[in-house]
């Protein structure tokens, strides 16, 4: 069949040939690059969402660690009061970012969902470590010339380690 055409022929079928193949492939190509252009701009709000539950979970927890220190020293009723009431609100708050970067986080990876659980465990930690030196201060089993030292012993490096772990999850994401 091929042998009956003349060579102006067989040349223009051939380079036929090889502009629709190489249409074809720009189409697929081009659906391809929009469904992976999809993916990436999922991808990159949750993590940019993450990215700002995660700083503002830090914000909180640095705030409690400064009302935390303020309310292990002091001894007025009514300004204990307003920090532990305050305390309370930010724990509240951090609870609810912890959920909502825990559900923006469901679809990554392996090594992000495990660093998500080490900041989960450690601030159980240091939540555990706080509420007891609490309650040893307000039974009167610290004296007060050692609230500092306990809070320091106690508090503050179980709030270094948490603060850690959540820096950690935070550059995580953003690089």
Avoid: C
Wanted: hydrophobic share 40%; aromatic share 6%.
């Amino acid at each position: 069949m091929l042998s009956n055409l003349s060579v102006k022929k067989k040349i223009l079928l051939a380079i036929s040939t090889v502009l629709i193949i190489l249409s074809s492939l720009s189409i697929y190509n081009y659906f391809e690059i929009n469904k992976l252009n999809k993916e990436i701009v999922h991808l990159m709000s949750v993590s940019v969402e993450a990215e700002i539950n995660l700083k503002d979970w830090k914000s909180a927890i640095e705030k409690n660690l400064v009302r935390g220190r303020i309310l292990a020293l002091i001894e007025n009723n009514k300004v204990e009061e307003e920090l532990k009431s305050a305390m309370k609100e930010t724990s509240k708050s951090v609870n609810e970012l912890q959920v909502l970067v825990e559900k923006s986080l469901e679809s990554n990876t392996k090594e992000l969902k495990q660093l998500f659980a080490e900041v989960s465990e450690v601030r159980q930690t240091y939540s555990q470590a706080r509420a007891d030196f609490f309650k040893r201060k307000d039974a009167g089993s610290i004296p007060s010339e050692e609230l500092e030292k306990e809070f320091n012993k106690v508090v503050q490096v179980n709030s270094a380690l948490y603060l850690d772990k959540v820096n950690a999850l935070i550059d995580y994401l953003h690089n």
